[in-house]
């Protein structure tokens, strides 16, 4: 069965430290990535997604993403990080299929920044 | 605004009861699928529905069942609940070609 992991499941950092937050997913053909992040109390929100072309995507907030096709992996990076970024981060994969698009999630990695 | 609309935002059952949770996708979108989020975890996929039919199943059981009306939205009916059943249900809507969804900010259902 296709699977996605995340190497870290709790993260803690001060305010202006770099993030990076693995991602790995299992083979299985062309796929669609992404990342979401779940504030306190609220719905997962799309941080930004991979489809084709450059694999370095910027998204919102100032995310970025790379994909690295040789190692299956789709890693979020921010430089410095505020204390609003408290959440928790999930990656998510679709494998393309003929028919039926699931999106796979991670098991999501919690994100403490300190003040 | 998430531009999905689930209801109830919370419910609390006791083990063996029924319950039925709703969503409403968000306008334009025709795919509507359904998550569990227990605590601590990764949302993981029940099924997926388009054009009325189940399109795509997870490991669930078959306690777990759904809907989609004509005007896309989409129900969720878990039989039997067991303590277990407590979790988090997300629904998303999207294109059938699965490249965005919009996710509902969710039921949080209480099984005691």
């Known amino acids: 069965a296709q699977s996605v992991s995340q190497h870290n499941h709790h993260v803690i950092l001060s305010e202006a430290a770099s993030l990076e937050l693995g991602c790995n997913y299992s083979?299985?053909?062309?796929?669609?990535l992404f990342w979401y992040v779940q504030y306190p109390g609220q719905h997962l929100q799309l941080l930004l997604k991979?489809?084709?072309?450059?694999?370095l995507v910027k998204g919102i907030k100032g995310f970025e993403a790379e994909f690295i096709k040789s190692k299956f992996s789709f890693n979020l990076r921010k430089p410095s990080v505020q204390w609003s970024d408290t959440a928790e981060y999930f990656c998510?994969?679709?494998?393309?299929?003929?028919?039926?698009?699931?999106?796979?999630f991670g098991g999501g990695t919690r994100v403490l920044v300190k003040p | 605004d998430a531009g999905v609309t689930q209801s109830p935002t919370h419910l609390i059952k006791t083990r063996g009861q029924q319950v039925t949770l709703r969503c409403s996708p968000k306008?334009?979108?025709?795919?509507v699928s359904w998550y569990q989020q227990a605590l601590g975890q990764g949302p993981q996929f029940i099924f997926q529905?388009?054009?009325?039919?189940?399109?795509q199943r997870g490991n669930f059981p078959d306690r777990f069942s759904g809907h989609q009306f004509p005007n896309y939205s989409s129900e969720l009916n878990v039989n039997a609940l067991l303590l277990g059943d407590s979790a988090l249900y997300l629904c998303?809507?999207?294109?059938?070609?699965?490249?965005?969804?919009?996710f509902g900010s969710g039921t949080r259902l209480t099984v005691v």
């Open positions: 991979y489809f084709s072309g450059d694999p």
């Open positions: 998510a994969v679709t494998w393309i299929k003929a028919a039926g698009n699931k999106l796979t």
């Open positions: 529905y388009y054009e009325e039919e189940e399109r």
């Open positions: 306008s334009g979108h025709d795919t």
């Open positions: 083979y299985g053909g062309t796929v669609n």
């Open positions: 998303a809507s999207s294109l059938p070609t699965g490249m965005g969804y919009t």
